[in-house]
């Protein structure tokens, strides 16, 4: 029986696909074989779209902080609109693990999408039920509807079928455009996939196209900067990075592990004792393959981490004292070395940059990085904001809007959101 549902359901979908799927948009963007379906790969004029974006802005006493989010997703409603789609939206808000809590409702985000997009954006009072049914088919080409909530209800992080089939049941064609929870087999992410057509939005086809890149066709010289906190959140991706970069720069936070495996003096700065061996592991691996990683060779240090801590710059580290930032000569030394970059990817600050005294050498390579004729990237939630609160946007080819997402994809690991999407020949 659902052997049968099944067959059928791929077989409705197969036929939807040739019916909704033009090849003139993918001659245009002249790729290569297999490529992800993008937006601009499917017939939209009169067909019902869900678009699963990402609207989980910070909002403060229900006022939104921060609509970055809410703006990134433009391009993508955008053209859905030019081309005369019925849209419907789908996202989450926080954590509210399956009960509707109003302070979480997205009534505020259809405001402010509203506001941007200069027509109004209507809000279903849930993703589901006959009422959302009957306001969905209501809808006319060029009008958009925001579902509420989508975490409302358990069974999208449960991924559940039955809750991902009566989603899709809106809609004629799937965009993902949610590349921050593309991480995750949710039902609103991955689950409707099943069911409908599916193809990437604008924002999630960038990142696709940039970490692809990354893992299968770096432009070499290829290094990649690795700081942050912890050596332990970065395990996979440092090991990943090996086979693929021809250098690889470790500052931040997880350096003094490092130099700690080396049998460096690294006085209270921040240590894994348990991640030593592997951090040894790890350099011994790079000298096999004859592969350098570079570490900081003079620190900025405090006695604690504070605003007005007095600070020093040192080559050894003194007792008692914690390495918060990399100091001038490391910041010459990786400067040096890259120079002749082709590709670079960061992830992870050079030091502790909440604090102005120690955000100099995340600074000082961030504008370095800006200067190069090189194809540049970022990926890590803490890093994008550093890159932002230095102004230096502009300077990168690509900030990822995922944090942890992006780290999944720098682990090498294979999206749930991105493998739903439909792949074309030529
Ligand atoms: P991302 O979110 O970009 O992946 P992480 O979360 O791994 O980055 O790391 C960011 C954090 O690392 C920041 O809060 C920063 O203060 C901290 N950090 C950087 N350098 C140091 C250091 N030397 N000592 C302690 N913490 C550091
Ligand atoms: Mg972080």
Not at 91 to 101: A, F, I, Q, T
Not at 339 to 348: H, L
Not at 391 to 411: K, M, P, V, W
């Amino acid at each position: 029986m659902h052997l049968c549902r099944k067959t059928t359901l791929t077989f409705l979908v197969l036929v939807s696909s040739i019916f909704l799927f033009s090849d003139s948009a993918q001659a245009r963007r002249g790729k290569t074989t297999f490529s992800k379906m993008t937006i601009e790969d499917v017939g939209l004029s009169g067909k019902t779209v869900l678009i699963r974006v990402d609207f989980n802005v910070p909002l403060k006493d229900g006022v939104i902080t921060d609509d970055t989010r809410i703006r990134a997703a433009l391009p993508t409603i955008q053209y859905a609109l030019e081309q005369g789609a019925k849209i419907v939206l789908t996202s989450h808000l926080g954590r509210p693990k399956g009960e509707v809590v109003p302070e979480l409702s997205l009534a505020p985000i259809a405001r402010r999408l509203s506001e941007l997009l200069g027509i109004n954006v209507g809000i279903a009072p849930d993703c589901i039920g006959n009422e959302v049914e009957s306001m969905v088919s209501n809808l006319r080409e060029s009008e958009i509807l925001l579902l509420e909530n989508i975490r409302f209800h358990s069974e999208e992080t449960e991924n559940d079928p039955v809750f991902a089939r009566s989603i899709a049941s809106l809609a004629d064609v799937f965009v993902n455009d949610a590349f921050g929870s593309s991480h995750r087999a949710h039902a609103s992410v991955v689950g409707v996939a099943d069911y409908l057509p599916t193809v990437s939005g604008y924002l999630l086809d960038k990142e696709i196209t940039y970490f692809e890149q990354i893992l299968n066709a770096p432009e070499h010289p290829f290094y990649a900067i690795l700081g942050g906190a912890k050596v332990s959140d970065k395990i996979a991706v440092i090991e990943n990075l090996l086979n693929l970069a021809d250098k690889i720069f470790i500052g931040g936070g997880m350096a003094y592990t490092f130099l700690a495996a080396q049998g460096i003096e690294i006085g209270n700065s921040k240590l894994e004792e348990d991640k030593i061996e592997l951090a040894r592991g790890l350099l011994a691996k790079a000298a096999e393959m004859g592969k350098e990683i570079i570490l900081p060779i003079d620190h900025i240090v405090a006695e604690e981490i504070s605003e007005d801590a007095e600070v020093q710059i040192v080559t050894e580290i003194p007792e008692g004292m914690i390495a918060l930032d990399i100091g001038p000569q490391t910041r010459e030394l990786f400067k040096e070395a890259l120079g002749d970059a082709g590709m670079v990817v960061w992830n992870g600050p050079l030091g502790f940059f909440e604090i102005d005294a120690f955000s100099h050498g995340s600074r000082d390579i961030a504008e370095f990085i800006a200067s190069l004729d090189a194809i540049k990237v970022v990926g890590g939630g803490d890093t994008a904001s550093c890159i932002e609160s230095f102004g230096l946007i502009d300077g990168f080819s690509h900030i990822s809007t995922g944090g942890g997402a992006s780290l999944e994809y720098l682990e090498g690991k294979i999206l749930p959101g991105v493998s739903i999407i439909n792949t074309q020949s030529d």
